[in-house]
T-cell receptor, first 117, second 111 residues
Framework: GAVVSQHPSRVICKSGTSVKIECRSLDFQATTMFWYRQFPKQSLMLMATSNEGSKATYEQGVEKDKFLINHASLTLSTLTVTSAHPEDSSFYIC?????????????FGPGTRLLVL | LAKTTQPISMDSYEGQEVNITCSHNNIATNDYITWYQQFPSQGPRFIIQGYKTKVTNEVASLFIPADRKSSTLSLPRVSLSDTAVYYCLVGAGAGSYQLTFGKGTKLSVIP
């Protein structure tokens, strides 16, 4: 099946620093990838849609200058949390859209746990 | 984006069949129904996807009535390792690929 990886799986950083999270589709090409955030005991919340070769589309309330997304190739999207603060601590999950035509299934990465001190 | 409604939680004993029903009254013509399983601190795992009638794979079955306003995920003979949150989502059809996660159903399997 379709496999999506994320790196790193866990990161701890100091407040004010930037953190980059990578999302890769390992065995398929993904023109579209998605970034979600999940707080404890809550559901996933879509942050942005990442399209290869174009600017990302952000959901309402998500700061595009704080969460920089780059989708430079059909297998890689990166999320950079700039000037991270403790309230950015969360579980970040990416997904990649596979398929085409009438049906397009999303496959999710294992997630990245971010802790900002 | 179609909204889904699921029970917040369910309990089941090991070895039983579990059926989780999801309602999606506003499903669009080109929407598919997809179920994901999520364990703590892991990304959602794809379980099954369907458009109408019945779909079966090695881990689950998905029943969708003719009006498509609901769907039922059936897990045969659950084990303790099936304890997880199960999400029902609609979308994934061409032109509606964004998924909106509801609260999901927390399934607890009891020995």
């Amino acid at each position: 099946g379709a496999v999506v990886s994320q790196h790193p799986s866990r990161v701890i950083c100091k407040s004010g620093t930037s953190v980059k999270i990578e999302c890769r589709s390992l065995d398929f090409q993904a023109t579209t990838m998605f970034w979600y955030r999940q707080f404890p005991k809550q559901s996933l919340m879509l942050m942005a849609t990442s399209n290869e070769g174009s600017k990302a589309t952000y959901e309402q309330g998500v700061e595009k200058d704080k969460f920089l997304i780059n989708h430079a190739s059909l297998t890689l999207s990166t999320l950079t949390v700039t000037s991270a603060h403790p309230e950015d601590s969360s579980f970040y999950i990416c997904s990649a859209r596979a398929g085409g035509g009438a049906l397009e299934t999303q496959y999710f990465g294992p997630g990245t746990r971010l802790l900002v001190l | 984006l179609a909204k889904t409604t699921q029970p917040i939680s369910m309990d089941s004993y090991e070895g039983q069949e579990v059926n989780i029903t999801c309602s999606h009254n506003n499903i669009a013509t080109n929407d598919y129904i997809t179920w994901y399983q999520q364990f703590p601190s892991q990304g959602p795992r794809f379980i099954i996807q369907g458009y109408k009638t019945k779909v079966t794979n090695e881990v689950a079955s998905l029943f969708i009535p003719a009006d498509r306003k609901s769907s039922t995920l059936s897990l045969p003979r659950v084990s303790l390792s099936d304890t997880a949150v199960y999400y029902c989502l609609v979308g994934a059809g061409a032109g509606s690929y964004q998924l909106t996660f509801g609260k999901g159903t927390k399934l607890s399997v009891i020995p």
